[in-house]
DNA sequence: TGTTAGCACTCTCCATCGATGAGTGCTAAC
DNA sequence: GTTAGCACTCATCGATGGAGAGTGCTAACA
């Protein structure tokens, strides 16, 4: 058997409908919404097919149809009508894009509720995967006594400070003596490649300021160490599932719930499979506990270098036309904002 | 009529079995479970007594009785145990503040998780109220052609560090100049109180780095002004609520879960009313969304300056000995972590 | 006067039952 | 190939009617 015109418009009719209705769509209702000019005993024939063909099935028996994961597959490949973002939508886009945004982790925040405001999902935002940290330059500025701010901005341009403790007080010049040590011996280096070697010679040329390297290693350990945070993913919208009919079920909510508070797991979802746009229907998904969920996520770049991702999660009834669209043109966005502001 | 010794040791009994199970307990089962001395018709009697002091209350004609908001009130106020924290959770606060935490965001988030695990409920924390930001002092480093680092420090030490673009490249000590002429004019001033002759002064003496002291000047402003992100309040454990039977349905789960989401109604909930431990009982909230539900909260102090509080959020029925206790601990803890800190 | 036993009464909870209605699959006619 | 007709299935909803838990009241008892 075969897929024809007609059919295809049945399904496209089924899937749309029910997206819209979250109810089975028998034949009869079919026959009088979408005028089809055949009866609804003709499309109850091609809706057996459809069936055989494992696009639709039905809940129970007697009940009307409701389209499989298959079926979803189908549509989102051949049916759907690739939609244009519609315009007010890509204007909150844009006009949130344009705020004064300080910190890469705002951004990922702000992505985060923006999507899931728009699409009325949950949404998933894995922060750009910063690869392996290295040492690019190190500053010490005076703060209290006994104390400095250290400065270390990475090589791969982020900039980080923190308070250090060093014992007695140094003068600007010993500080500035320290900082060009390590400026020179470390450059390039993530602390895993710092070999003993080199530690060596940074104590050896600075014997005295035994305390202040200590700390300073220590808390450059920490920093440079595959800092967790920034690849941490975040959740905006959990409670929009609340919304979803097919969640109505307190169970199901829980176990979803369960989910994503294990960031491991989420992360594994999200981590993209190739590059730009990804759609994993229900069953698709490896996770058991996303079997009635679609995921929609896509990658973004920051310099083609570091690479993080965005996803929507809902029901796998979900209108895919549009989140397809909202997150196909939020990740050019997010782009385009990360290259801007780190240009 | 008066409350007597029976009266309260019943008035107990409700309270603490309802605690334990949620379910309206009968004169009956108060005489098997916990051995009174009396019979159940006697205890029916008191239980009589005690409904006509607005104490306790039945959910419908002839179910077992539950305690009123005045009932817990009175339970919390004179018939608890004071509780100490158990040993396992005092070692688990104690290992985690040990932690090494940078940031003030990660130590409000931190305690919000742990508050939250610790007691199965919701848990909200609100970061120190900073006040008004003064500028303290500022630093440039050199980073890429055409931009620098700048690194504010607050007056009250918070250091932030900022990327800014000064156009054209200038010297070491042409940034040095600028900063020193800015730590002269601006210290100890918020930004409100800049006054235009101050800026006047400013431009005067550095009439040639007008980009970079626009761009400096338009960061300090961020900075300095009032701060909303430090204030947002952080929540832990939404989810909790949903495994209390009091919101299996999920109506009230949906009308709970909005008031999470507008932080200046929680604000103003969190916002204490006098220092130290508050108990909050069920229609003492003055949020009509939290009528069911009481809220324990605290406040913590660093350098006896700055206040934010901490709290937890759970069904009226919830464990107050042992909340209180948990509470209690973690703003002691909390505040001795934040002043050794930012010693 | 306080305590207890007994009893009728109330009200929720739960399972059962039947009517309703939406929808199907099949057959036969067009 | 299409359509009309019809028997059949099954979820949903409301009504019904025990079962069980608990109360309030009364009367007896210490």
New binding site residues.
Partial sequence: MQMDERKRKILRAIVQDYIATAE??????IARKFDMG??S??I??E??DL?DLGFIE?P??????IPSDAGYRYFVDCLMDPQVLNPEDMEIIERESTKRINELQEVIAHTSKLLSELTNLTSLVLGPHKGKSTFGKMHFLPYQPGQVIMVIVKENGVVENHIIDVGENLTAEELQQVAGVFNQKMRGYSIGQVKRSILHEIYSELSRQRLLIDNALDMLRAILDDNEDEERIHLGGTLNMLNQPEFKDLSKVKTLFKVFEENESLKKVLTPRQEGLNVTIGGENTLKEFRDCSIISATYKVNGLMIGAVGVLGPTRMDYAKVIAIVDFMTRSLTEVLTKHRR
Avoid: D, K, L
Avoid at 60 to 65: K, P, V
């Fill in positions: 089975p769509i028998g034949s009869r209702t055949v009866s005993a003709t109850r024939n809706m057996a069936e039905q129970y028996t007697s009940a009307g149809r």
